[in-house]
């Protein structure tokens, strides 16, 4: 392993780490208001972490592949719930300022 790929992987492993330490200092204060969107959105941090350390050691393709797919889970929920907050906030907000600001972002184009 060289240098820079030891370095990618302290990097993934101090992310998962830090991820997992905030999932158990949310579970602690979990009847406090919004600690459960907090901890789903972290567990899906976590499991993005994980795939993608995971993938960086597979060995053969298959593995780095497989390793991918289980990274993409963790990826698209929290998009898909920002979008979600995106599109709930410009539904509560009638403004001009965030009517023409959040559909360019719902939809994914460059507003400028």
């Known amino acids: 392993m060289s240098s820079s ?5 302290s990097l993934r492993v101090f992310s998962a780490l830090v991820a997992l330490a905030l999932i158990i200092f949310l579970w602690r204060r979990r009847h ?4 459960s969107f ?13 795939g993608d350390m995971l993938e960086g050691i597979a060995v053969s393709l298959e593995q780095k592949i497989g390793w991918s797919q289980i990274a993409y889970i963790g990826n698209i929920y929290p998009a898909a719930y920002l979008r979600h907050c995106l599109f709930c906030w410009s539904l509560s ?20």
């Open 5 to 9: 790929s030891l370095l990618l992987f």
């Open 32 to 35: 406090s208001e919004g600690a």
């Open 38 to 50: 907090l901890i789903l959105f972290e567990s899906f941090a976590l499991v993005w972490v994980l």
């Open 93 to 112: 907000y009638p403004e001009p300022c965030v009517t023409r600001i959040v559909p360019p972002i719902l939809i994914g184009e460059r507003s400028y």
